[in-house]
């Protein structure tokens, strides 16, 4: 089993940043791929980043190319979401989402409470 427990939404304006970060705890041996994901009211989870545990090979959803990057730390067991030049349109719930497989946008098995981010006009 792996934990996961996602930090760091806000509010912020447009065009500001935010970091967010996940702690992953339990079988942390077992972790293939790290990924986020955002809910906004009313519309489907949908995926933004993520980043295979190993190797760090990154894979982004082009609405945030460019803006956010994906990073990890093996050592502290942390997984990092830098979101730069923030727009109203990625105000949403992420989540933090893990699996012991090489994954991209779907399959994935652990999932952190969600954190609020707030980009305001």
């Known amino acids: 089993q792996v934990q996961l427990v996602d930090s760091g939404g806000g509010l912020v304006q447009a065009g500001g940043s935010l970091r967010l970060s996940c702690g992953v705890s339990g079988r942390t041996d077992s972790i293939g791929t790290m990924a986020w994901f955002r809910q906004a009211p009313g519309k489907q989870r949908t995926f933004v980043a993520r980043?295979?545990?190993?190797?760090?090979?990154?894979y982004y959803a082009d609405f945030v190319k460019g803006r956010f990057t994906i990073s990890r730390d093996s050592a502290k067991n942390t997984v990092a979401l830098q979101m730069d030049t923030l727009k109203p349109e990625d105000t949403a719930v992420y989540y933090c989402a893990a699996d012991s497989g090489i994954r991209y946008t779907l399959g994935y098995s652990y999932w952190g409470q969600g954190t609020q981010v707030t980009v305001s006009s």
């Open positions: 980043i295979t545990w190993r190797s760090g090979s990154t």
